[in-house]
């Protein structure tokens, strides 16, 4: 079965002080679900289009174990907590099979 990976990317932080409230609990449930943070933070350097924005990128052993993870009440909490102090782009997506 192919990997799931969940990548976030940030436009724009409005409230750093919430944001990392968010970390604090969303950190934990992801893990929880058994997700693996890859990447977290902004980007070394960025080619043609690339925007120079936070970027989070999690590793799970499926796209249900990572779409489970993101509906789960632990980080269903997170969310709240973080509230509209952050404008992100969510996707999961299936890894290559390999």
């Avoid at 929880?32 to 989070?56: D, I, K, S």
Wanted: net charge negative; aromatic share 8%; charged share 15%.
């Amino acid at each position: 079965m192919a990997k799931g990976y969940w990548v976030g990317c940030y436009s724009e932080v409005r409230n750093p002080e919430a944001l990392a409230v968010y970390g604090k609990l969303a950190s934990p449930a992801i893990q929880a679900a058994g997700g693996r943070f890859l990447v977290r933070g902004t980007p070394a350097h960025c080619y043609e289009a690339g925007l120079n924005q936070r970027t989070v990128l999690i590793e799970f052993e499926s796209v249900a174990a990572a779409i489970a993870a993101h509906d789960s009440p632990g980080y269903q909490a997170a969310l709240l907590a973080l509230g509209d102090a952050a404008v992100r782009d969510i996707r999961i997506c299936e890894g290559l099979p390999g």
